[in-house]
Each structure stands twice: as structure tokens, then as C-alpha cells.
């Protein structure tokens, strides 16, 4: 058999080329091949085995493989110099020809190989009335002696070869998966997403979940893998290679896949193999499958990948490994699409890159930065805008927060969002942008494309989204965040969204806030985890003036609570902070809402608000008006999540942009009490959720 060894950086490899020896990794003496080289290159990373199916070992199996050609080099060496005293050579060839039949099985039986040992050193343990074989007896069984306990320390002998499970994968995949599940999980929850099988386990001495999906292609059989093979060859040699947009490629390569299996023939599911070559050409491998499903929020991969499976975020279940490990070549394949689509440089230079992945927000890590491999991070962005009413029905948010957080975007008031990572701040500020009027432009100013500009086009929004240059991994062609801000101030009256506030463009920012020239309203998002913390890291890390920073007018907190100091994390809005403006003061903070987690409720305190009495004042109506008008907002939410339980796709943003549109409509139409404009609204409402069938 075949072999080399492949250097993927500092990882070596030593790759098996199985498929003209006609053993696949299957037989005995292909075993034998893989122990006698590993003899030759004992401190290799990793071992593959490359046939129709590609077997891989390493971590547990590859030590457990090292260790059993260890034994197995200590058995040949016996075989030279430790049968027979040197002054009798009569009892050799029997000896040999036994021993070397025991160390036949070794590879495949190594637990038959103690028993034969041990059977042997029985047999010979017998003593001879002949002075020289007696000798040679005791030499040969003190020597067999030593072997025996040689073998029966081997963790290959005393635990079985199920340690030497190899991972298994088509050649073509970037990503092996485990195909066998522990006895310690259980199975929680099955779904299917594009064609495969999802299953939850949970394992209760770990407290861990697993996420198992066994993909198409590992189904295939022999003949289907060969002809996916071979497609996957024709279709690499008659297509160009150009810069693609992915999901008009995907197209593309999906129909000429069609096209080449027709060719072929001799397969039984054209659309099965098409839909799996697409996937590992124009697509990003098995990841897509993660990519696909609503539930999986981000997904992570840590260095070195070959030995950490990759790891997701699931909605319902929180954070779960997979049974999917990516392979060094798997890596290289990623990185250079990363590349690709981001026009970013990525190398040892450039160890960190941020992109954009058609929703989902990738950054990649490598050497030396990470100095065991590279390693990345896939947050992903539902496929549909976030809504105020989904907050409520999923319990992120109480109807009064909702209907307060309205109220204040319709007040064109400077929101800040803040919140730790993964604590919803985009999610919270993409809901808020809906609540603008649509005849309103926003600008966005992002570093990467987080928030769902796109969409609220397809709604009707007007947005100009401006692209900034990353805080790293950026080039030098990318504009700065304080430039764009600058060019995004001089384009007219606008809403300003900022993707996030971090660097040197916050006093761009609030010396426009402070003299009036920031447009309608201004939201973006900031790390933190309180009103407190967003005051501290403004003025003293940013070195705003206190005295600007008070032209901020609201601080949303939201965070991940761990209720009961539970595993699972629940996403919450844990207050709504108001900023005080008295100049003669230090700035303190009045809170308006807030989350008590002893009681599972959302507390709110409006009564002695400063900004609700200027917002008052500012559209000309009493502070009891007002307090109707955010009732009724209020109510619109309940109505919304009430409805929901027969029709739920009247809590997507299609319709609840047409809802808000609606109440404005009435707003303007009806000049009487929010009491009248809101059962105009009501009952447009039930009108229309029994009139039509939401899709």
C-alpha cells in the first residue's frame, strides 16, 4: 500500500492511498501496512486512510494505533533474538511460525493475539528431562513472559478495537462526522432540515446536549459516492473559474450537476446527488446544513479542528456539540472561500477576517493569533427580521416594553442599546427600525452587514446602508467609521442606525447629537451590561464630554439570565434606563422598566420621566394623552400575540409593518381620542386576519 505524509502547517499527516490496493482499510493486512508505517513515522498527527470512503484517526484511536505498532514492533524484534538459546536452534522455525500467527491477529484481534500468547507460554512452561531444552524452555518462557505482559498492558488489548473506530467521510467532504452515538445520551428531539435527520441527545452525567446529523452523502452507497466522484471531477473541469455572487452560483451549479449525472446515468437519485454536489462546490460543505436550520443561532470551531468537533447555539436547547469534526483540508477550502467572498487578505500578516455570509456574520482567526490553527465563529441572523410582537410572545420583552420602545422610536429620541455578546442587541435595534415610518430614511453604518437592510427595502423602507472599515482585518481601501459618519451627516435628514458604537466615531456622533445636526433619531448598540457601564465606557474610554453625553436619551439593557443559575440561558430586556439632563447635576439615571427575575416580571415606572413630559410638550398634547396613546400602543402588541395563536405569521415584519402603517394611517385620518383610533385599528385587524390566510 501506498503512503506519504502531508504537512498542514505543523500538523503532519500520514496519508494511506487505499484505492488500487482493493482493500479499503477493511482487511488484516492493510492494518499491518498502517502499524508498519507508523514504526517509520511514529510521531504523525493524524493517519487517513483514502479509498472509496475516506477513514480517519486521530486523538484517542491515533495514540491507541501508536501504541498498538509499538507492541507489535517489540513482538518482531522477539521474533529475532529471543526464541532459542544460541547454542540450540532446534525449536526455532516451530516458535517462530507459531508467533508469528499470533502476531497476525494482532491488527484485527488483538485480545485472540493474548489468548494465543498465553496458550504458547502454557505449552511451554512444561519442563523437559533434557538438560539443553530445558534451558532453552526457561529462556524462551522468560522472554514470552515479558511479551505477554507487554500485550496485556496495551489499552488496544484490555479495552477492544472499538478504540480504533476510525471517523468516516466521503473524500470529497470537508467535515467527518460520528456516526455512532454514546450510550450515555438520549434521544430529546428529531427534525428534519433539507433532507436530513436532525436528533438532540442529552447526556445527564455531562449535562451536555448533542446535536447529530448523519448528512445524504454518508447514506449513498458505493456505487452512488463513485458516481458523485466522478461528477464532481467533470463538473471541477468545465467550469470557469470567475468572483460569484453565492446564491445565483448555487443556481448554476445545481443545474449543471443535473445536467452531468444525465450524462452518467447509472445512479437511482439524481436530485439526492445533484443537491450534495452543489452543496460541496458552490456551498460551504456540510456546514450548510447548519447554515439551513432555524434553530441554530451561531456556530463555533476551535483549533485545532481535527480534534474539536464543531459547536452551535440552538434556540431551544442552548449550546450543543455536534458530531461533526472539520478536516485541515476542509479548513483550507473554507478559508479560501472566506477569502474570496470578502476580498479580505488572510495570512500570517493578516491573521483575523471578518465577512459576511449571506446573513450570518463569520470571523476567522488564525496563526499566530491562534497559534494551535485556525479557528472560527459563524454568528448567524434570522432569515426574517425580528418584531416587537415575536419579543413578547417569546418572553424577551413585556407588551409594555414593547409598547414604550414604539412609542419612543415614533419620539425620535437617541437610543442606545446595550447588552453583553449574543445578548440580542442587533436582534432588539433590527425590531426597532420597523417601528420607523417607512416614508423615513435610516442610514446604517455597520462593519460588517448585521442588520436586515435588504428586507425593509422589500417593505418599503428607504435605508442607505454605508460599509465601514472592521475594527481588524480590514484594508486600507475600507472607510473609516468617523468618515462614514461624517459623509452619512452631510447626506440630509435621516434616521442614523450604528451597527455599533465602539472607536473614535462616538464624538463624531455626539457632537452632531449635541448641536442638532444627527437627523430624526439616532439608535445604535454598545457593549455593557448596565446603564452604568455605557456612561463609564462613553466618557472615560471614549472621552465624551459628560455634558454631550447627556444628549443620550434612552439605555435599552438586555441580557442572557441564567433563571435559578440554570445551564440554559434565556434572553431577556432587563431595563429601560431614561438619561437626565439637569446640567447642574451629575448624570444619573431614572429607570422606566425593568425585569424582576425573582418574580419572572417587567416593572414599569413612567410616572416621574422628564423625556415623556418633553416628548409631550414636543407633539403638543398632555401628559395624560400621551399615557393613553402608549396604553393603546400597549395594546396594539397584546392584540398582535393574541391573534398569533390562530394565525402566527402576523407576527413576521410583512405584517406588522402593514399593522403600524395601519395605525398611522388612522392617525392621521381620525383626529379623535386613541380610544377610536384604536378600535379603527382592532378591527381592521380582525378583518383582516379572517379575510386572508397569512403564507
Not at 43 to 67: F, T
Not at 489 to 506: D, F, P
Request: charged content about 30%; hydrophobic content about 40%; glycine content about 6%.
Amino acid at each position: 500500500m501506498k503512503h506519504e505524509i502531508i504537512k498542514y502547517g505543523n500538523i503532519r499527516v500520514l496519508r494511506m492511498l487505499c484505492l488500487d490496493c482493493g482493500m479499503e482499510g477493511f482487511s488484516t493486512r492493510c492494518m499491518q501496512h498502517v502499524l508498519n508505517a507508523l514504526a517509520d513515522y511514529p510521531n504523525v498527527d493524524e493517519i487517513k486512510l483514502e479509498g472509496v470512503y475516506c477513514r480517519e484517526y486521530c486523538g484517542d484511536s491515533l495514540e491507541a494505533l501508536k501504541e498498538l505498532s509499538k507492541v507489535l514492533h517489540k513482538g518482531k524484534i522477539f521474533l529475532r533474538s529471543s526464541l532459542t538459546v544460541e547454542t540450540c536452534r532446534k525449536c526455532e522455525s516451530e516458535r517462530k511460525r507459531k508467533l508469528e500467527r499470533i502476531l497476525e491477529k494482532l491488527p484485527e484481534k488483538p485480545s485472540s493475539a493474548l489468548i494465543g500468547l498465553k496458550t504458547l507460554l502454557s505449552e511451554n512452561r512444561k519442563g523437559s528431562s533434557l538438560k539443553p531444552c530445558g534451558e532453552c524452555k526457561d529462556f524462551f518462557v522468560e522472554n514470552l513472559k515479558a511479551l505477554t505482559s507487554i500485550f496485556e498492558n496495551c489499552k488496544v488489548v484490555k479495552m477492544g478495537t472499538a478504540i480504533l473506530e476510525p471517523r468516516l467521510r466521503p473524500p470529497f467532504s470537508s467535515i467527518r462526522v460520528e456516526t455512532k452515538v454514546s450510550p450515555e445520551f438520549h434521544l430529546v428531539q428529531t427534525y428534519e432540515v433539507e433532507d436530513c435527520e436532525i436528533k438532540i441527545f442529552w447526556n445527564q452525567n455531562k449535562l451536555q446536549y448533542l446535536y447529530f446529523v448523519l448528512p445524504t452523502e454518508y447514506r449513498f452507497d458505493a456505487t452512488e459516492i463513485e458516481v458523485l466522484s466522478l461528477a464532481r471531477k467533470k463538473l471541477a473541469e468545465s467550469f470557469p473559474c470567475s468572483p460569484f455572487d453565492v446564491t445565483q452560483m448555487r443556481e448554476t451549479v445545481k443545474r449543471k450537476a443535473e445536467e452531468i449525472l444525465a450524462e452518467i446515468g447509472n445512479c437511482r437519485d439524481h436530485e439526492k446527488i445533484a443537491a450534495c454536489l452543489t452543496r460541496m462546490t458552490a456551498g460551504f460543505g456540510m456546514l450548510d446544513i447548519l447554515l439551513a436550520d432555524p434553530h441554530v443561532q451561531d456556530i463555533y470551531v476551535d483549533s485545532p479542528t481535527n480534534e474539536n468537533p464543531v459547536y452551535l447555539i440552538h434556540s431551544d436547547f442552548g449550546e450543543c456539540v455536534t458530531n461533526m469534526y472539520l478536516t485541515h483540508s476542509g479548513v483550507g477550502w473554507l478559508i479560501s472561500k472566506f477569502r474570496l467572498l470578502s476580498g479580505r487578505p488572510f495570512s500570517e500578516a493578516f491573521p483575523v477576517l471578518d465577512l459576511d455570509l449571506d446573513g450570518s456574520r463569520c470571523t476567522v482567526v488564525g496563526p499566530p493569533l491562534s497559534p494551535s490553527g485556525v479557528s472560527f465563529a459563524i454568528r448567524r441572523h434570522r432569515p426574517e427580521p425580528w418584531t416587537l410582537p415575536q419579543f413578547v410572545a417569546k418572553g424577551f420583552l413585556s407588551e409594555e416594553a414593547a409598547g414604550l420602545l414604539s412609542l419612543l422610536v415614533d419620539a425620535q429620541t437617541a437610543m442606545l442599546i446595550t447588552g453583553h455578546r449574543g445578548a440580542g442587541k442587533t436582534s432588539l435595534l433590527s425590531s426597532l427600525m420597523l417601528e420607523v415610518p417607512p416614508n423615513v430614511r435610516m442610514i446604517t453604518i455597520e462593519d460588517t452587514r448585521e442588520l436586515p437592510v435588504e428586507k425593509l427595502r422589500r417593505f418599503g423602507f428607504k435605508i442607505l446602508p454605508l460599509v465601514i472599515q472592521p475594527v481588524v482585518g480590514g484594508t486600507e481601501t475600507e472607510l473609516r467609521a468617523e468618515d462614514a459618519l461624517k459623509a452619512a451627516l452631510r447626506l440630509g435628514e435621516s434616521v442614523l442606525i450604528i451597527g455599533e458604537v465602539r472607536g473614535s466615531e462616538a464624538k463624531v456622533l455626539y457632537e452632531a447629537m449635541r448641536v442638532g445636526t444627527a437627523g430624526n433619531a439616532v439608535m445604535g448598540t454598545i457593549h455593557g451590561s448596565s446603564a452604568k457601564d455605557v456612561f463609564d465606557r462613553v466618557v472615560f474610554d471614549l472621552e465624551i464630554p459628560e455634558s454631550s453625553f447627556k444628549v443620550t436619551d434612552v439605555i435599552v439593557v438586555v441580557s442572557a439570565v441564567r433563571e435559578g443559575g440554570r445551564m440554559t440561558r434565556s434572553r431577556k430586556l432587563t431595563e429601560i434606563v431614561e438619561v437626565e439632563k439637569e446640567e447642574t447635576r451629575e448624570t444619573c439615571f431614572r429607570r422606566l422598566l425593568s425585569y424582576l427575575p425573582e418574580k419572572g416580571k417587567f416593572q414599569i415606572e413612567l410616572h416621574k420621566s422628564e423625556l415623556l413630559k418633553k416628548i409631550a410638550l414636543r407633539w403638543g398634547i398632555s401628559r395624560n394623552r400621551l399615557f393613553e396613546m402608549l396604553n393603546y400602543k400597549t395594546a396594539m402588541q397584546r392584540e398582535l400575540v393574541s391573534l398569533a395563536s390562530r394565525e402566527p405569521q402576523i407576527l413576521e415584519a410583512e405584517f406588522v409593518v402593514r399593522a403600524n402603517l395601519k395605525w398611522r394611517e388612522i392617525l392621521e385620518i381620525e383626529k379623535s381620542r386613541p380610544s377610536k383610533i384604536f378600535k379603527r385599528w382592532k378591527d381592521w385587524l380582525e378583518k383582516e386576519v379572517k379575510r386572508r390566510p397569512m403564507k
